[in-house]
């Protein structure tokens, strides 16, 4: 990418194949990588686009170090789901200001760490979606900066699954905020609220996010206590589909600071995904082609336990050969075949889709694109299957960030069991 030009989104397409191919050459596959410039444009995108906002990275799209790094530095602040993350925000070089913790039925042991990083980060903030969690914290002696997470009943997402604002597990209902605001007031720092929809902001309709924004605008002004900020949560789109159109982000900028109204407090938002999705891919190699009577079933070296998104929420991931096996002058002219791209786990659902590929042969290496978000971090062991390795690149830099694991990793935690 040239100086000055920040393209809304990047497309599968647009990776240099012989970088890509060059890295898998040197690491192996399956190979996890991001570019952590594309996330710095990014984040600046976003940030332009919402010049008054506090923009909080949620960290569980990718929590690799060199990215939160990277974010840290550009001034972001950043969203952390469990103590796992508040450790890494930390480590990173966030500084407790610009961290928040958000405790979804916070297992007792996040709740101590998170109250234990407070004592030397107090201006952490840990947002709090249930009466429950407020006892447990006070409990725990703490009386530090609180947000209430609210349930705005509404809800957006690309699947049922992240559709969290309408789920009753996700904050306080909407008609015992206010009440539950001047209560937590005796008892800690109230300092803000938040919402957060679930995933899926997209172009279409933003009527979800609209309409959300619009109860917490609300809520500000009804609230019995001065706030420091309302937190919108996140959920920006970005495109899966070759054809899709990047998020109209100005669009929705507006459309979130008209629903919010005027109230008396900062605005934060959380974008996830939309940070580091289109900066990352997932190489993985062709290692078996079958003809069969329905389809061409292309296996490959990366599955649901490397990207779980397709088998998990039937995301669409698009697949694309980098560098062909055969010779190469021939591979050019190879006829585009519609073929079914497959792990190697054992389960139906272990499958990235059909995608349309160059005559595929053993060997070959594809691309899985948009796998910068959600990838990695929901990767795990299943098959006792080791996670891939993780590089990132910067301008003409790579490093590895993350070791390939081995199978001596994943039975590291195997105790033998003798009865006496
Ligand atoms: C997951 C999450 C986000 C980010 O969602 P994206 O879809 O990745 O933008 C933001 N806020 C909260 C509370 C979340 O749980």
């Keep these: 990418?040239?100086?000055?030009?920040?393209?809304?989104?990047?497309?599968?397409?647009?990776?240099?194949?012989?970088?890509?191919?060059?890295?898998?050459?040197?690491?192996?596959?399956?190979?996890?990588?991001?570019?952590?410039?594309?996330?710095?444009?990014?984040?600046?995108?976003?940030?332009?686009?919402?010049?008054?906002?506090?923009?909080?990275?949620?960290?569980?799209?990718?929590?690799?170090?060199?990215?939160?790094?990277?974010?840290?530095?550009?001034?972001?602040?950043?969203?952390?789901?469990?103590?796992?993350?508040?450790?890494?925000?930390?480590?990173?070089?966030?500084?407790?200001?610009?961290?928040?913790?958000?405790?979804?039925?916070?297992?007792?042991?996040?709740?101590?760490?998170?109250?234990?990083?407070?004592?030397?980060?107090?201006?952490?903030?840990?947002t709090v979606g249930a009466e429950d969690t407020l006892d447990r914290l006070a409990e725990r002696g703490y009386d530090g900066r609180v947000c209430l997470r609210v349930n705005p009943g509404v809800g957006a997402g690309h699947h049922e699954k992240v559709r969290t604002g309408a789920d009753a597990k996700f904050g306080v209902p909407d008609d015992r905020a206010a009440a539950l605001l001047g209560a937590a007031a005796d008892r800690f720092d109230v300092v803000g609220v938040h919402a957060h929809a679930g995933s899926g902001i997209s172009g279409d309709d933003l009527s979800a996010h609209r309409e959300l924004v619009a109860r917490m605008g609300d809520l500000a002004r009804d609230a019995p206590v001065d706030l420091e900020f309302v937190d919108v949560g996140g959920g920006f789109g970005v495109p899966y589909a070759p054809d899709e159109p990047p998020l109209d982000l100005d669009a929705v900028a507006d459309a979130t600071r008209s629903a919010l109204g005027a109230v008396d407090a900062d605005?934060?938002?959380?974008?996830?995904?939309?940070?580091?999705?289109?900066?990352?891919?997932?190489?993985?190699?062709?290692?078996?082609?079958?003809?069969?009577?329905?389809?061409?079933?292309?296996?490959?070296?990366?599955?649901?336990?490397?990207?779980?998104?397709?088998?998990?929420?039937?995301?669409?991931?698009?697949?694309?050969?980098?560098?062909?096996?055969?010779?190469?002058?021939?591979?050019?002219?190879?006829?585009?075949?519609?073929?079914?791209?497959?792990?190697?786990?054992?389960?139906?659902?272990?499958?990235?889709?059909?995608?349309?590929?160059?005559?595929?042969?053993?060997?070959?290496?594809?691309?899985?694109?948009?796998?910068?978000?959600?990838?990695?971090?929901?990767?795990?062991?299943?098959?006792?299957?080791?996670r891939p390795a993780s590089v990132v690149v910067d301008g003409d830099r790579s490093a590895v960030a993350r070791r390939r694991e081995t199978v001596a990793d994943v039975v590291a935690v195997e105790r033998e069991v003798t009865w006496a």
């Design 1 to 126: 990418m040239s100086a000055g030009q920040n393209p809304p989104v990047r497309r599968l397409a647009d990776w240099d194949d012989a970088r890509l191919d060059a890295l898998a050459a040197e690491h192996d596959t399956p190979l996890y990588v991001l570019d952590l410039d594309r996330v710095r444009a990014n984040y600046r995108r976003f940030a332009a686009a919402f010049p008054d906002a506090n923009v909080h990275y949620a960290a569980k799209a990718n929590t690799v170090r060199p990215a939160l790094r990277t974010l840290a530095e550009e001034g972001a602040g950043v969203e952390c789901a469990s103590a796992g993350e508040l450790q890494r925000a930390f480590d990173a070089g966030f500084d407790g200001q610009r961290v928040h913790y958000t405790a979804v039925n916070p297992p007792a042991a996040d709740l101590d760490r998170a109250v234990e990083l407070a004592v030397d980060h107090p201006a952490l903030t840990i």
């Design 267 to 386: 605005l934060v938002v959380e974008p996830g995904r939309y940070l580091v999705a289109d900066a990352g891919v997932l190489l993985t190699r062709v290692n078996t082609v079958k003809e069969t009577p329905e389809t061409t079933v292309v296996g490959v070296d990366a599955g649901m336990t490397a990207l779980a998104r397709p088998a998990m929420y039937d995301a669409t991931h698009q697949v694309r050969r980098v560098e062909a096996a055969g010779d190469a002058a021939d591979a050019g002219d190879a006829p585009v075949v519609e073929a079914t791209v497959a792990g190697p786990i054992c389960e139906s659902a272990d499958t990235f889709g059909e995608h349309a590929l160059p005559a595929p042969e053993r060997g070959d290496l594809l691309a899985v694109g948009n796998a910068g978000a959600y990838g990695y971090e929901m990767a795990n062991h299943y098959n006792s299957r080791p």
